[in-house]
């Protein structure tokens, strides 16, 4: 592999980094209103540098895959924030690009980089989550309808959205596996029997939300896909959200955060964390190289969602191994749930510790992930 980078692509690093030392907002995503977090993705827009790998004709800057990898790789260097889109950027408008009809990419795919449209993904349910083939939510075909009646849990941001990405069964009369019936419907958030109720976390606020569906009418215009052909384009979107080459670049930052939080606290010549700290340093390298091969395969048009599951499975127990470590490295100022004078990021180190506790669930558990690495890498039997 060439870890090379063109003249040109050297000169797009430059200027990306150059739009965000002038205009990263000094709040964080979760410190931001709406109002303020889509000012910030309508200045990204504007820039070219939302969907940069996406169509001209559908908003997107028309970059490579390349150029979108060090896009991806200069937010993660300058901590930019996220923006109230991105469950859209990340997976639905891939998604339309590839599965949708010329008029469902027309009318949905460049209000998701203009923030006009905010998505949410509905897939996990009380009694399906990482076993997405349980799905129990069910869409009746109606003349030019679906009437949709379940419940999806965990919804990331619903209650800012105005748009569903959502997994439903249709009833089939003869299904002859699990996978028959599953399919992707686009929903208006605002449709009559569709109530949304936010779920209180143990950080304190309401990312996740319960999403309750009671009759509600889907014009059949809106399915994406054919019937049946939802766990592919679901499958394919989870990829996305597993798997990249900015993952590397985050945890170089954990690393060089507890770096020197050790050389403050007077560790670093301490046998028992040199050993902790230079696990954690292996295990950086091996999610940054692995993010460059999953970058490969993208450029090459290689799908590769085993390697996605392992990355997912790695990325995700480092992001806790990190926030524990940092945590008890700072003894009982690592316990507190506010700053303190003698160690500022105290809050930051707890809230992290505490939000990355979902990590090892959200887009598929752990032990998902270790069936997937078993059985497909590794080629070991089922049981």
Not at 327 to 347: F, I
């Amino acid at each position: 592999m060439d870890l090379s980078y063109t003249a040109d692509e050297e000169a797009f690093r430059s200027r990306v980094r150059s739009f965000l030392d002038e205009n990263c907002p000094a709040k964080g995503f979760g410190e931001m209103s709406l109002e303020e977090g889509r000012a910030w993705q309508q200045r990204l827009f504007r820039a070219g540098l939302l969907g940069a790998a996406w169509p001209k004709e559908h908003g997107g800057a028309g970059l490579t895959e390349m150029e979108q990898a060090i896009l991806n790789e200069e937010f993660a260097r300058a901590n930019a924030p996220g923006v109230p889109g991105q469950m859209g950027i990340w997976w639905v408008g891939p998604a339309i690009l590839k599965h949708g009809t010329a008029e469902q990419k027309e009318t949905w795919v460049s209000q998701i980089l203009s923030g006009e449209h905010i998505w949410a993904t509905g897939y996990s349910e009380p009694a399906a989550g990482s076993d997405m083939f349980n799905t129990q939510t069910r869409a009746e075909p109606d003349g030019d309808h679906y009437v949709v009646n379940g419940q999806k849990v965990w919804t990331t941001l619903a209650h800012l959205s105005n748009w569903f990405f959502c997994l439903v069964r249709v009833p089939q009369e003869n299904p002859k596996s699990k996978y028959d019936g599953l399919t992707v419907l686009l929903i208006e958030m605002n449709s009559p029997g569709l109530e949304v109720k936010p779920i209180r976390q143990i950080t304190g606020g309401s990312e996740f939300n319960e999403v309750f569906m009671t009759d509600v009418r889907v014009p059949i215009s809106h399915r994406l896909g054919a019937e049946g052909e939802g766990w592919k384009i679901i499958s394919g979107a989870l990829v996305n959200e597993r798997s990249g080459i900015a993952s590397g670049m985050r945890f170089e930052q954990s690393l060089h955060k507890l770096v020197g939080i050790a050389k403050r606290r007077q560790k670093v010549q301490d046998p028992i964390w040199r050993q902790r700290i230079a696990d954690l340093a292996i295990s950086t390298a091996i999610s940054k190289y692995s993010g460059y091969r999953s970058t490969s395969d993208g450029i090459a048009g290689r799908l590769n969602p085993h390697l996605s599951a392992a990355m997912k499975l790695h990325g995700t127990t480092l992001s806790q191994n990190f926030s524990s470590t940092i945590s008890a490295l700072l003894g009982a100022y690592g316990q507190l749930y506010q700053s303190h004078a003698e160690v500022p990021e105290a809050r930051q180190v707890s809230e992290r510790l505490l939000g990355e506790r979902a990590m090892t669930i959200a887009g598929g558990t752990s032990e998902i992930q270790k069936n997937i690495v078993a059985e497909r890498i590794l080629g070991l039997p089922r049981r």
